[in-house]
T-cell receptor
Framework: KAGVTQTPRYLIKTRGQQVTLSCSPI?????VSWYQQTPGQGLQFLFE???????NKGNFPGRFSGRQFSNSRSEMNVSTLELGDSALYLC?????????????FGPGTRLLVL | GENVEQHPSTLSVQEGDSAVIKCTYS??????FPWYKQELGKGPQLIID???NVGEKKDQRIAVTLNKTAKHFSLHITETQPEDSAVYFC?????????WGAGTKLIIKP
């Protein structure tokens, strides 16, 4: 079974721009969660989608948004980029309830904002 | 807000020795506590998890213990090997999301 894939793997943007990241979950998985990872801060939960609906959202500003398509693929968008948005963005897929079962992570998209 | 604290941030052990990483959590309603291992350039991977109705769980060289009264749980790795070198994260569920510790970098010295 193919694992979770994320595109692109690396991205360089400038302040004020917007960016869209993509995540393809493991086949059959309906839940996709997004995390921001910065050095020394662990993983910060952004949001979770299940069957095209946002089921839960973390403590991030409205500049961070996402969506999920009928094939469970998900995208996240960050508008008006700030220097502090530089991070590794990880997506994880799971069968159902992402907060209570195994999450399978992709390799991440490393975003650098200049 | 809910919080998971993880210690130590870096742990260096001799190959063959044991390693212990500890986490405390604040939400008394938490029921699910996974441990993930992240190798360089990769996403985290689940290595073991424990639910609140169990005090201890073991899988070969890895074990996790949970003390719900004290709100802490620990990861134990015995007979450490070079491939155990990685960053380890603990997490706990709270309000339909996982709250993560800041991570422990485990270094295995030859």
């Amino acid at each position: 079974k193919a694992g979770v894939t994320q595109t692109p793997r690396y991205l360089i943007k400038t302040r004020g721009q917007q960016v869209t990241l993509s995540c393809s979950p493991i086949s059959g998985h309906r839940s996709v969660s997004w995390y921001q990872q910065t050095p020394g801060q662990g993983l910060q939960f952004l949001f979770e989608y299940f069957s095209e609906t946002q089921r839960n959202k973390g403590n991030f500003p409205g500049r961070f948004s996402g969506r999920q398509f009928s094939n469970s693929r998900s995208e996240m968008n960050v508008s008006t980029l700030e220097l502090g948005d530089s991070a590794l963005y990880l997506c994880a897929s799971s069968l159902g309830q992402g907060w209570q079962e195994t999450q399978y992570f992709g390799p991440g998209t490393r975003l650098l904002v200049l | 807000g809910e919080n998971v604290e993880q210690h130590p941030s870096t742990l260096s052990v001799q190959e063959g020795d044991s390693a212990v990483i500890k986490c405390t959590y604040s939400d008394s309603a938490s029921n699910y506590f996974p441990w993930y291992k992240q190798e360089l350039g990769k996403g985290p991977q689940l290595i073991i998890d424990i639910r609140s109705n169990v005090g201890e769980k073991k899988d070969q060289r890895i074990a996790v213990t949970l003390n719900k009264t004290a709100k802490h749980f620990s990861l134990h790795i015995t007979e450490t090997q070079p491939e155990d070198s990685a960053v380890y994260f603990c997490a706990g569920d709270s309000n339909y999301q996982l709250i993560w510790g800041a991570g422990t970098k485990l270094i295995i010295k030859p």
